[in-house]
């Protein structure tokens, strides 16, 4: 339900968003193993990244799985929204406007903590300030398509719930 025009003079739907997100990803998982690393988990913190670590996982899969979840089909694996999407605010699209994106950064975090790879987590790092980038992106996009959506965002926060 389209309240803007969205007239495209820009075709992309944003795979190279994607291509790098994915590379990204894929950086993350193999730091551990190949990525030299310099440590600096104090003693007292490698002992205790367990709980902190599957901590981290399980808000990411909460918040991933929601976004996924609320969006139905309205899901796309590109930032440019679907011809035919629908404007979401439900579910936990109530607390955070990119959901999925944090999810995915809150599991990447997890991730990283379990490994205690500091090459990981600076990765991680990383990947935080790129999901920004490619959200605002999006929400340039949204704002074209959804009326409301310039309202929802001064009420919602962009990426971590009720800090970000």
Sequence with gaps: MSDKDNSKTDTSRGEWWVVT???LF?????????LPDVSIWPAW???????IGIGAIFVGMLLAGGGVFSLGNNLSPFPRPKDDSEFVKRGVYRIVRHP????L????????????????LVLTIVLGFFFDRKSAREEVWLSQKFAAYDNY???VRKLIPWLY
Excluded at 45 to 51: E, F
């Design 100 to 103: 999925i994106y944090s999810g």
């Design 45 to 51: 913190l490698q002992t205790g990244v367990t709980p």
């Design 105 to 120: 950064l809150f599991l990447a975090l997890g991730w990283s903590v379990l490994q205690t790879s500091t090459a990981a």
């Design 153 to 155: 965002r001064t009420r």
């Design 26 to 34: 894929g950086a993350i998982a193999l730091a551990p193993r190949y």
């Design 21 to 23: 997100q994915l590379l």
